[in-house]
């Protein structure tokens, strides 16, 4: 969604930090995923 200008340019700001704060969290969870299956090999 935060690709989309046009979502982040008629979106509320609370929906957008909303937003930010997913994709922070999500992308943290597929490092430590990225990292667990480094050790692995």
Do not use: I
């Amino acid at each position: 969604m935060l690709a989309n200008p046009n979502f982040v340019n008629k979106a509320p700001e609370a929906k957008l930090n909303e937003e930010k704060e997913k994709l922070a969290k999500y992308t943290s969870m597929y490092e430590q995923v990225k990292e667990r299956l480094a050790a692995l090999k």
